[in-house]
């Protein structure tokens, strides 16, 4: 999957492209609005904390250095085992686990509360009216929706993709 960004003026012009991209099969579970705190959000699909925080990179960050850091402690834990102790691998693979579970937990608490890296360019625009739409489309659909974009919507700052989207938000 991949994450489409697009500013649009309005909501009105929001509003009508969400209709548009519903008719061009894309499920609403994968379209989220952002627009300026107070606006009436209608019966459009609004971001939730997953799309407005760090909350997913800081858990892929957690994850990875805390199965680095435990797998590491499960080696050194294994060299320095006193005599008459054996530490398997299967203890090493244990404690990786481990600090990977608490790295993504840390991380996680630490990323809910930051607003997302992602956005941040789009913030002044936000706060200044415009609206963003995120789209969440299969990598084979990103020209097809980028071109119904501009030919109904010629007025819609097309922002670029996002590389891969996780997919489990």
Do not use: W
């Amino acid at each position: 999957m991949r994450r489409l960004y697009f500013l649009m003026p309005d909501m009105s012009v929001t509003h009508n492209l969400v209709n548009e991209l519903l008719l061009s099969h894309v499920e609403e579970r994968h379209i989220f609005v952002i627009a300026k705190a107070g606006t009436p959000m209608e019966d459009l699909p609004e971001a939730t904390f997953l799309q407005k925080s760090d909350f997913i990179p800081a858990l892929e960050r957690g994850m990875t250095l805390g199965a680095a850091t435990g797998m590491v402690c499960g080696l050194v834990s294994m060299a320095l085992s006193p005599p008459g102790l054996v530490i398997g691998g299967g203890a090493v693979l244990a404690i990786g686990i481990a600090g990977a579970g608490v790295g993504s937990l840390m991380s996680s608490m630490v990323g809910i509360s930051i607003p997302s890296s992602r956005l941040e360019k789009f913030e002044e625009a936000v706060n200044q009216g415009e609206v963003l739409l995120l789209v969440d489309v299969d990598r084979t659909r990103v020209e097809e929706i980028e071109a119904l974009v501009q030919k109904h919507y010629p007025q819609a700052d097309i922002e670029g993709t996002e590389p891969m989207v996780p997919p489990f938000p």
